[in-house]
T-cell receptor, first 114, second 110 residues
């Protein structure tokens, strides 16, 4: 079956512009996660959705970051007024449930802020 | 919050030898510990996981051990092959969102 997909695969933007990143989870997966991976580093948790509610936004690095999810389907991560330190790969993952279920990762969106 | 430390950051082994990667975690309530393999430019993929009510789990050449008292868990790869070369990440969670270690670059030398 289809895995997690993300778009765009690459995004280059100028400092100060807003960007929107999209994630399509595996059908039927109620849990959706966003992570950020800076070059050569581990993954940092950003936000978690259960259905279309986000009970845990604790990882969002600043109020320039926001996310939403439509039902149990597509999610978008928006970064406003991008800064160079936002450059990273943004990975989305989905799973059947919250704890103890395998998280399936998408291919990521590589964001470069110039 | 949870903090996960991973060692070593790089590891080179001869093909056929074993490789061991170790992680420690800080939150004693963490109950799920997955290991992911990430090849260059690709997405992380789960290779094995363990829950807090289990001390050891094995899947062919890969095994994971968990010591809840000491709050550490380890990945063991036996009979390493060149295709095992990748970055390996450990992670821990209590509620679902994963806290990752910083990764281990494993290189299997032919």
């Amino acid at each position: 079956g289809a895995g997690v997909s993300q778009s765009p695969s690459n995004k280059v933007t100028e400092k100060g512009k807003d960007v929107e990143l999209r994630c399509d989870p595996i059908s039927g997966h109620t849990a959706l996660y966003w992570y950020r991976q800076r070059l050569g580093q581990g993954l940092e948790f950003l936000i978690y959705f259960q259905g279309n509610s986000a009970p845990d936004k604790s990882g969002l690095p600043s109020d320039r970051f926001s996310a939403e999810r439509t039902g149990e389907s597509v999610s978008t991560l928006t970064i406003q007024r991008t800064q160079q330190e936002d450059s990273a790969v943004y990975l989305c993952a989905s799973s059947l449930g919250r704890v103890g279920y395998e998280q399936y990762f998408g291919p990521g969106t590589r964001l470069t802020v110039t | 919050g949870e903090n996960v430390e991973q060692h070593p950051s790089t590891l080179s082994v001869q093909e056929g030898d074993s490789a061991v990667i170790k992680c420690t975690y800080s939150d004693s309530a963490s109950n799920y510990f997955p290991w992911y393999k990430q090849e260059l430019g690709k997405r992380p993929q789960l290779i094995i996981d363990i829950r807090s009510n289990v001390g050891e789990k094995k899947d062919q050449r890969i095994a994971v051990t968990l010591n809840k008292t000491a709050k550490h868990f380890s990945l063991h790869i036996t009979e390493t092959q060149p295709e095992d070369s990748a970055v390996y990440f450990c992670a821990a969670t209590r509620f679902g969102e994963l806290t990752f270690g910083s990764g281990t670059q494993l290189t299997v030398l032919p």
